[in-house]
């Protein structure tokens, strides 16, 4: 299985991105909001954390094709596996109703706003409702994502499970998830690396004692 690509980006169209590595050239599917983060790269050398699927109907004898999905993240990759895991998607919608970054959409699940669920291309009012019920309690960690990318993913990587474990260290001390997550934005915002938990939680606790 591919999980990662990296070579020079030929071509950038709507749905897709054009990866050459001689002496080959990949067609990679991309959602929206991984389009806009390459709009800028064609010409040159990307990497694309990628998922390999197998698109068509067996059963209806239509022709079997691989293809490739590609993301900025594994922590992307890995949101993307988990909204396609809801009854009614399936890789084509969710790759379509993709169009706002990771975060947002987490933060929306989470939050059980499905309204905001609902304006995703392709996802009405009653798939976001099954979104929200399926998906809503895995969502701290993408909601708090710590993004990143290229040869900085193996630090990402370090400071996103940080952040995992402070967020559950806070549920632990009585603090709900939304308070958990809203202690965690400014310290994130700062994008201050913290490669251990106990900076990560004072600086959550000196942000604390300043708003107070």
Known sequence: MITKIKGNLIRLDENSATIGIDPFEYEILIPDFTRRHLQMS???EISLITIQYIDGNVQ???RMTPRLIGFNSEIEREFFELFCSVDGLGVKKALRAMVRPVQDVAKAIEQQDTKVIATLPGIGPATAERIVAKLRR????FALMVTGGGEDNDLEQVERNVVDETFQILLTLGH??????RLLEAPLASKTKFKDVESL???VYDQSSKVQ
């Open 176 to 181: 709900s998830e939304s308070d958990a997550r």
């Open 201 to 203: 939680l004072q600086a």
């Open 138 to 141: 895995k969502m701290p960690k």
């Open 60 to 62: 209806k004898g239509g």
């Open 42 to 44: 064609v010409g040159s």
